[in-house]
């Protein structure tokens, strides 16, 4: 009926603004949250077929004072469309920086590479060199242990600029990844010309592979692209012995993922590389 439907609309127009509000409240906490130091980076150990561990990847945690931990896939976006990214990337930075340096002081440690997640805003800013540099000199971590994760969308921006200043960075020592490879635009035309050390496999793939469809293929693939541009391949999101399996028979050599170690707050990351090295 013709009240009926009024009802539906009206009801639905409510959840509409429900969602605007929360999503302003959302913006509001997190405007706050950077200030109050409610951030945290957590690490996600990374390794080699014989589970050696070669590094790790720096993932943001917001220790909300209500909702408790959230998880970056609620929040990042939106830190992203309003600009708050450009001071956290910057804090995500420096944090993963100075414990980058902590472990340069153990012998244990000191090989160890930290990869950092960079969104395409800070990537893009004319700044972000500085930034990175700045990072490194105020906490005296080694450049050339540090990676950042860039992602396909954003290298397509300005590939000529994009290139540029990976160069700048390059040059520095500091290396680069390109995450989710595979679930963003074919960018095999100019992938040869980019200053990368590695290609990450993304988990959407090594999970395919797991369950027989194309994404053996795909791992095969990426795996053999990365030997002919002399490019290392990373799967991410390997959780059973079974894709473990399968990434070693595609070629890959290092992976990430729940099968070796969960992401880590900074103490039981510590605990997890004193236990690896008494293996
Ligand atoms: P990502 O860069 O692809 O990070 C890998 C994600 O996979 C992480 O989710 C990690 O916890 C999860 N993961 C790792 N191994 C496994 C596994 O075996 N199984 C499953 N199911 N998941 C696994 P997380 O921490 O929720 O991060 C989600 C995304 O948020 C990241 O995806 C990244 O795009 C973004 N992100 C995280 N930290 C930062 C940051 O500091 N800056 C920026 N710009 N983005 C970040
Ligand atoms: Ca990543
Ligand atoms: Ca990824
Ligand atoms: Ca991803």
């Given amino acids: 009926?013709?009240?009926?439907?009024?009802?539906?609309?009206?009801?639905?127009?409510?959840?509409?603004?429900?969602?605007?509000?929360?999503?302003?409240?959302?913006?509001?906490?997190?405007?706050?949250?950077?200030?109050?130091?409610?951030?945290?980076?957590?690490?996600?150990?990374?390794?080699?077929?014989?589970?050696?561990?070669?590094?790790?990847?720096?993932?943001?945690?917001?220790?909300?004072?209500?909702?408790?931990?959230?998880?970056?896939?609620?929040?990042?976006?939106?830190?992203?469309?309003?600009?708050?990214?450009?001071?956290?990337?910057?804090?995500?930075?420096?944090?993963?920086?100075?414990?980058?340096?902590?472990?340069?002081?153990?012998?244990?440690?000191?090989?160890?590479?930290?990869?950092?997640?960079?969104?395409?805003?800070?990537?893009?800013?004319?700044?972000?060199?500085?930034?990175?540099?700045?990072?490194?000199?105020?906490?005296?971590?080694?450049?050339?242990?540090?990676?950042?994760?860039?992602?396909?969308?954003?290298?397509?921006?300005d590939v000529e600029a994009t290139i540029a200043r990976m160069e700048l960075l390059r040059t520095e020592g500091v290396g680069f990844s390109l995450d989710d490879f595979g679930t963003g635009y074919s960018s095999l035309s100019y992938l040869h010309r980019l200053p990368l050390e590695q290609l990450k496999i993304d988990r959407s793939f090594v999970w395919d592979a797991d369950s027989g469809r194309h994404g053996k293929a795909i791992v095969h693939t990426i795996a053999g692209l990365g030997k002919a541009l002399r490019i290392e391949v990373m799967a991410e999101g390997v959780e059973t012995e079974a894709q473990l399996e399968l990434i070693r028979e595609g070629g890959c050599h290092l992976f990430q993922g729940y099968l070796y170690s969960r992401p880590l707050p900074p103490d039981a990351l510590q605990a997890f590389i004193e236990q690896a090295s008494l293996a």
């Fill in 1 to 157: 009926s013709k009240a009926a439907g009024r009802n539906t609309s009206t009801w639905f127009e409510a959840g509409m603004e429900q969602r605007v509000a929360a999503r302003a409240a959302l913006e509001a906490d997190l405007r706050q949250a950077l200030g109050e130091g409610q951030f945290e980076l957590h690490y996600q150990p990374q390794c080699d077929l014989r589970r050696q561990m070669t590094g790790a990847e720096a993932l943001l945690r917001w220790r909300h004072p209500q909702r408790g931990m959230v998880p970056p896939g609620e929040f990042i976006a939106l830190t992203e469309e309003t600009g708050i990214i450009i001071p956290l990337g910057s804090w995500v930075l420096r944090t993963a920086c100075a414990q980058l340096a902590r472990w340069a002081d153990d012998a244990r440690t000191a090989q160890l590479r930290m990869a950092v997640n960079v969104s395409a805003q800070q990537f893009h800013r004319p700044d972000f060199v500085e930034q990175v540099l700045a990072a490194l000199a105020e906490t005296g971590a080694r450049a050339d242990r540090l990676k950042l994760e860039l992602t396909e969308s954003l290298l397509l921006k």
